[in-house]
């Protein structure tokens, strides 16, 4: 998949930073790797002396490991005095590493991420302001509100993320199902897969985010729809309780009935890689993730008949609509070596740097230079589909958990999938689930 029609707005590319001969890489979200070590990594450098500039991220995509090594090795050639770690782990792995080289004043001088997910680090000054930068510009300006905190931006809002059902159709045509639009559409065609031998829905929850993203998917669209996007604020304020918000509620019920029952109990000793294996070999039918996994699941099935749908959550079929946000967010670290991480960021946010990326990642670039996409992949055909009719929500147009209660709810995510699959297994009802799992979730709330 291309690219087409990279507007010609900058006049002057600007030439980056960047590294010495050897890129170190080593990403994958099954596999782990630090990338050979902090050798050098906050080395301000002078004298001739080849200084290691750190980019820590949780990409495991094999095609944006891809687009930071190219991307990488044009800078290189201008600044032969820098050489980029990249370094790739896993969500949970990523978020310790960052947290503990944070506090040990040595920061990596990339990160992915924004100011929701890390609002200590922004508030103790770790983070650098990036409002006057002339490339912050040219992307998005609902996307730039996401990585926006207190007026200022602190992330580069690099992609956009779009959520789905991700489907497959030859399972579909087998045994001449269609696509639900509905929820009850949904369970009756989970149920005629399930009947026939076929476990509907892949899932891996081994790790926090998949199962927080996937919560996410219902609980964003029901709050939006009932035009309560500001209840998770209010939680936090000490306003409500999470189990005072209604749709909240109702969404967790869904999960639970829309999920629960078409999963596996060891899907969750399983990673989410796993999951796409099992979606590609056709093992199973649907699996909720956003975009980023687009090229992971044509490069796992080339031929295989793929598409999204918006997820049914409710009895309304106008109700189903794709979610879309800031998908792969970087951060620069106000302490650290900032030029070289400026002259990167410079490089990979201009023509030559977003084609580059685009070309590896096969992502939604946020940036007004990217141009339509060209022929593209039946998954992204179907995406066009549903904007084009105007079938979106912004996820930005929601307030999020932040801080401790973002990593307290993330938490609490994963505990929603393990404990529903052993209350469902005790035939245990969603109200009676979700009802005993929001008190725990206010529980733990009451700490901060």
Not at 30 to 45: I, M, P, Y
């Amino acid at each position: 998949m291309r690219r087409k029609n990279l507007y010609s707005r900058i006049a002057a590319v600007v030439m980056c930073v960047a590294m010495s001969a050897a890129l170190v890489v080593g990403c994958g979200s099954g596999t782990d790797s630090d990338g050979g070590g902090d050798s050098g990594k906050s080395d301000k450098g002078g004298g001739g002396k080849v200084q290691t500039v750190e980019i820590l991220t949780q990409f495991g995509e094999a095609g944006k490991k891809a687009g930071l090594e190219a991307i990488s090795k044009e800078v290189e050639k201008e600044h032969p005095e820098y050489k980029f770690e990249i370094i790739c782990l896993s969500y949970d792995k990523y978020v310790e590493r960052l947290k503990q080289e944070m506090s040990a004043g040595d920061p990596p001088s990339i990160f992915t991420g924004r100011p929701k997910e890390f609002p200590e680090f922004v508030e103790a000054g770790q983070v650098l302001d990036l409002t006057d930068y002339d490339f912050i510009n040219d992307f998005d300006e609902k996307l730039r509100e996401e990585v926006t905190k207190d007026g200022k931006v602190w992330s580069v809002p690099y992609d956009k993320e779009i959520y789905g059902v991700f489907y497959r159709q030859e399972l579909l045509d087998e045994y001449n199902l269609e696509i639900p639009t509905t929820k009850e559409e949904w369970i009756k065609v989970c149920d005629t897969l399930k009947e026939n031998g076929v476990t509907p829905v892949a899932f891996g929850g081994a790790d926090t985010d998949p199962c927080n993203y996937t919560l996410e998917t219902f609980w964003d669209a029901a709050l939006i729809s009932g035009g309560n996007t500001d209840a998770i604020q209010k939680v936090m304020d000490k306003e409500i309780s999470i189990k005072e918000v209604p749709e909240f509620k109702t969404a967790l019920k869904n999960a639970y009935e829309m999920l629960i029952p078409y999963i596996e109990v060891n899907d969750m000793s399983i990673t989410r890689d796993t999951a796409y294996e099992n979606f590609c070999s056709l093992d199973r039918a649907f699996t909720i993730h956003g975009n980023f996994c687009a090229s992971i699941l044509r490069d796992g099935a080339p031929d295989g008949e793929i598409g999204i749908f918006p997820l049914p959550w409710s009895d309304d079929p106008a109700d189903a609509k794709l979610r879309y946000g800031v998908d792969d967010a970087m951060m620069i670290a106000a302490e650290g070596n900032t030029e070289a991480a400026i002259a990167w960021m410079e490089y990979a946010t201009s023509t030559d740097g977003l084609s580059i990326w685009a070309e590896n990642s096969k992502s939604y670039s946020a940036s007004k230079l990217v141009g339509e996409i060209e022929n593209p992949d039946p998954i992204n055909q179907d995406i066009n589909k549903y904007f084009d009719a105007g079938e979106y929500y912004f996820k930005g147009d929601l307030k999020y958990f932040d801080g401790s209660y973002l990593s307290e709810w993330q938490n609490m995510a994963q505990k929603f999938f393990s404990d529903g699959l052993e209350a469902y297994g005790k035939g245990q009802n969603s109200e009676e689930f979700v009802t005993s799992f929001l008190d725990e979730v206010d529980s733990r709330f009451s700490a901060f």
